[in-house]
């Protein structure tokens, strides 16, 4: 059986749920056990997509004992990380290399959700050059890897640069639908705060770094519920202006299909040999 590798920060699981969902070429999807797995494994539950549970060391034996003769099929095996990684470049680059090193053994291709994130993944395909399995990230339409989680959903740099025009050069927080969900551990992540809970301490951060708008992004997908609301708390908690912005997943569609593509290659590959 064919397989396919994401390695992907979790505020890309509403994305990728997405994506799995709307792949008949899918045959069996695996999600390593995680703390950080909670969210996607409940979406897919509630979407009633069929997956497997598994650990680091049940991986081996289930692609061993995984058959299928139809040659356009492919397995999945989705590795959520954490938002924490955000907060240490040098480690949230260790553990996507580390993670990479361990499914090239296994996989056909692998697809890592993430951008430069401050530009510590910026060599990715350099580094992994070596590998017999294609590695791919998430790139814009002219192939240059996207800047950040924000800039996917926006649809890269240009349309980036343009939301933050619309704002007249006031400070503009931007929230996914994810964001919105965890926007108080995304605080401190990003250093605003210790104490998620302490809003005066965020708002005197915000305050101080110019921050005036909420920009929110609608992505088009509804997995996350509390879209509205959380935009709406947080907007109130900081005396934020709601900006609407029109969001998109073409990033991560395009991203996605280049990988298939890749398995796609490689069987041709194997079948001239």
């Known amino acids: 059986m064919t397989l396919m590798s994401i390695i992907a920060c979790r505020i890309f699981e509403d994305e990728i749920v997405h994506l799995i969902k709307n792949d008949s070429q899918i045959t069996r999807i695996l999600v390593v056990d995680s703390l950080d797995a909670a969210g996607i494994l409940r979406k ?43 907060a240490s470049p040098q480690l949230l680059k ?63 740099r240009e349309p980036y640069l343009k939301a933050l025009k619309e704002t007249g050069g006031e400070g503009v927080y931007f929230l996914t639908p994810m964001g919105a969900a965890f926007w108080k551990e995304m605080a401190v992540i990003a250093r605003l705060t210790n104490d998620p809970d302490n809003t005066v301490m965020t708002k005197i951060v915000f305050d101080y770094a110019g921050y005036k708008n909420v920009g929110k992004i609608n992505t088009g997908l509804v997995y996350e519920e ?15 202006r709601i900006v609407d912005m029109q969001g998109t997943i073409r990033i991560a569609e395009q991203s996605y299909q280049r990988a298939k593509d890749s398995i796609t290659k490689k069987r041709a590959d194997l079948n001239e040999i």
Do not use: W
């Open 94 to 156: 260790e553990s996507v290399y580390k993670e990479i090193s361990i499914m090239s053994v296994y996989a056909d291709t692998i697809l890592v959700f993430y951008g430069l994130c401050g530009n510590v993944l910026g060599n990715l395909n350099r580094d992994f050059a070596h590998l017999s399995c294609p590695v791919h990230i998430l790139r814009e339409e002219d192939g240059e890897i996207i800047d950040d989680c924000i800039g996917a959903s926006l649809g890269g």
């Open 226 to 240: 509390s879209f509205d609301a959380k935009v709406e708390e947080f907007a109130q908690a900081f005396d934020f």
């Open 44 to 86: 897919l539950s509630e979407n009633n997509i069929d997956h497997t549970v598994c650990s680091p060391n049940d991986i081996e034996d289930l692609m061993h004992n995984e058959q299928d003769t139809n040659d356009t099929n492919y397995c999945i095996l989705v590795n959520i990380l954490g938002f924490s990684l955000d």
